[in-house]
């Protein structure tokens, strides 16, 4: 990738390094190296100079000067604070593009070794008439560090990719800017998604407005994290901000961990995350397409019984760990309307156990969770909360439809027109419930893909910045593909 972005001209050297143990290094979210849009380096802006508009002294020294400088006030603060130096502590910083790069502090340190390093500067072509055509390697690896970050980030016609490997991220120690403890940021995202999202001051969704496209209003909702910012954090959130990752970086650096800080730490926090997202992005994706294309005209190939035998096969998979059908009499009409409703006991306690399904064991047990970890745990039972009241809701009431119209029914007795009336209403308020539970989630890259697959060598890739030669603000996924005369082919939408 390196190459792609900075070795294709005159005077290219490439340096290759290894490392000789490993190394701690201070990792920066949220694309915190694209130097396209509005927003990616505010996080690191405001730890470094106290505000979102490169509020330093910079010096310029060529088109990157500014990233220069960056780079060095990232290892004088780590210098300054104690924190790191050659062979101990932090020795690096982290940041996200398109792939994953690293500012490294000291290249004397024993972390590092040098491999190779070479001149690969190529011959220019001597009968070319313009730059791009001189250079002969200007153009192809452009296409090459795009195709490097796909391969290892995004999908390929072989599949989705591993992402990255060569850096984990201790998430126990993540200082999360999404913090109810950061006032500032909190109020101005809640005030600009109450005028441009059209929610209410809890945060409750009004629906799409008089004149709005629901389905776009739903699109705008789950990416809508896009447009989070942080120009507006008081002061007293960036000494927050600074204080915290301090603080997590000296207790790091410790050798003198208690017991019980040990225990919370070895908590594996991203994979308690990954695991919730894995759970519930497919299946749900897939109950909402399924309950979008269960349609009862006269032309629908399934009839309203086998339509909602096959809902109910997907929202018991969901239900399944959580619910016991009660021993009561299910043919009861007002048994079954009374009880199979999120309200009542057997809702209550379906959801509860649906609620603490991943923090109710060891986690809960732990009595001294850092800020930063119990800002994890706050984030999951959130995001929990959320799936399951849905879940819930819809599965108990696909179980209360079925057992009360079909369940103890004769297989083959008839549908009549007020049944299907009212599994058409049920059917599309559950469909609301799950779009907008899909919306809230946000999780755009778990359901992004390309249709039918991509053809030998191409790559599927959501872009959502400026590429050298591509269209701009392209927002889709598509296949894209290397044979194209200019750097990136036009994509095929999905």
Not at 30 to 50: E, K, R, V
Not at 456 to 466: G, Y
Request: glycine share 8%; charged share 20%.
């Amino acid at each position: 990738m390196s190459y792609g972005i900075m070795g294709s001209e005159r005077g290219s050297h490439m340096a290759t390094y290894q490392t000789t143990q490993p190394v701690r290094c201070l990792y920066f979210d949220g694309a915190s190296a694209s130097l396209n849009g509005d927003g990616p380096m505010h996080n690191q802006d405001i730890f470094l100079y106290g505000n979102a508009s490169r509020g330093g002294n910079f010096s310029w020294r060529g088109p990157l000067g500014f990233e220069y400088d960056r780079a060095q006030h990232h290892c004088d603060w780590v210098k300054e604070k104690k924190l790191g130096g050659p062979g101990w502590g932090v020795e690096g910083i982290v940041r996200m593009n398109a792939g994953f790069e690293l500012i490294w502090c000291n290249f004397s340190s024993p972390s590092l070794q040098l491999v190779s390093h070479l001149n690969v500067t190529a011959p220019l072509v001597s009968k070319a008439s313009n730059i791009f055509d001189r250079e002969p390697f200007l153009v192809s690896s452009q296409w090459q560090w795009f195709s490097a970050a796909a391969k290892r980030y995004g999908w390929t016609s072989m599949g989705p990719s591993g992402g990255e490997t060569r850096v984990k991220v201790f998430s126990g120690a993540t200082v999360n800017l999404y913090s109810p403890e950061l006032k500032s940021l909190e109020t101005a995202r809640i005030q600009t998604e109450q005028t441009t999202m059209n929610l209410t001051a809890e945060g409750h969704w009004r629906g799409p407005g008089k004149a709005a496209d629901r389905s776009l209003a739903l699109e705008s909702l789950t990416r809508r994290r896009r447009l989070h910012r942080m120009n507006q954090i008081s002061q007293q959130d960036v000494s927050s901000i600074r204080g915290s990752v301090q603080r997590v970086l000296e207790a790091l650096n410790s050798s003198t961990h208690s017991a019980t800080a040990r225990t919370t730490i070895d908590i594996d926090w991203t994979l308690l995350i990954r695991e919730i997202v894995k759970t519930y992005a497919s299946p749900l994706a897939e109950l909402v397409d399924l309950l979008r294309n269960s349609t009862l005209g006269t032309n629908n190939e399934l009839s309203p019984r086998q339509t909602l035998a096959s809902i109910r096969g997907r929202t018991h998979l969901l239900l399944l760990p959580f619910f016991e059908y009660p021993s009561s009499d299910l043919s009861n009409s007002t048994y079954l309307n009374q009880e199979f409703t999120i309200f009542s006991p057997l809702g209550q306690t379906t959801l509860g156990r649906c609620q603490k399904s991943r923090t109710s064991s060891r986690i809960q047990k732990i009595t001294l969770l850092s800020p930063e970890q119990a800002t994890l745990k706050w984030a999951i039972e959130g995001i929990l909360s959320g799936i399951c009241n849905a879940i819930v809701e819809v599965g108990l009431g696909v179980e209360r439809e079925w057992l009360s119209t079909y369940n103890y029914r004769d297989t083959d007795a008839g549908d009549n027109e007020t049944q299907n009336q009212r599994l058409v209403i049920a059917i599309k308020s559950w469909l609301s419930t799950l779009e907008e539970l899909s919306a809230w989630l946000g999780w755009a890259p778990e359901w992004a893909g390309c249709t039918g697959g991509c053809q030998a060598w191409d790559i599927c890739l959501s872009l959502s910045h400026h590429l050298s030669g591509f269209p701009p603000f392209v927002m889709e996924t598509a296949c894209h593909s290397s044979s194209s005369k200019h750097t990136y082919s036009e994509p095929r939408l999905s």
